[in-house]
């Protein structure tokens, strides 16, 4: 079982950048491919980005490619979701979890357990 826990959250103007990071316990963090989602209010959850276990894979959601990186260190075990050119449409809660069911570039996913999640909010 990994246990993460996401940061980097924060309140930004349009046109700005965050940087999340997803911090992950346990010794198999490296085995997983992983995942970037986001809640915003009144909606349900939505796929952001994945890379595979390496980081030679990604793959993201046509709303955020080209200003959202995803990337991970999996000897700090940590992956991170740097954001730029934010946009008011970006304001969510992200979530980062495991893929159980391997690299895959979109959903459907297999998931692990939800982590709490890092709050974005982008002010027009």
């Known amino acids: 079982q990994v246990h993460l826990v996401e940061s980097g959250g924060g309140l930004v103007q349009a046109g700005g950048s965050l940087r999340l990071s997803c911090a992950a316990s346990?010794?198999?963090?490296?085995?997983?491919?992983m995942t970037w989602y986001r809640q915003a209010p009144g909606k349900g959850r939505e796929f952001v980005a994945t890379?595979?276990?390496?980081?030679?894979?990604?793959s993201y959601a046509d709303s955020v490619k080209g200003r959202f990186t995803i990337s991970r260190d999996n000897a700090k075990n940590t992956v991170y979701l740097q954001m730029n050119s934010l946009k008011p449409e970006d304001t969510a809660v992200y979530y980062c979890?495991?893929?159980?069911?391997?690299?895959?570039?979109?959903?459907?996913?297999?998931?692990?357990?939800w982590g709490q999640g890092t709050q974005v909010t982008v002010s027009s």
């Open positions: 979890n495991t893929l159980k069911s391997g690299y895959s570039d979109r959903p459907p996913h297999i998931l692990g357990s």
């Open positions: 346990g010794r198999t963090f490296s085995t997983y491919a």
């Open positions: 890379i595979s276990t390496s980081g030679d894979r990604t």
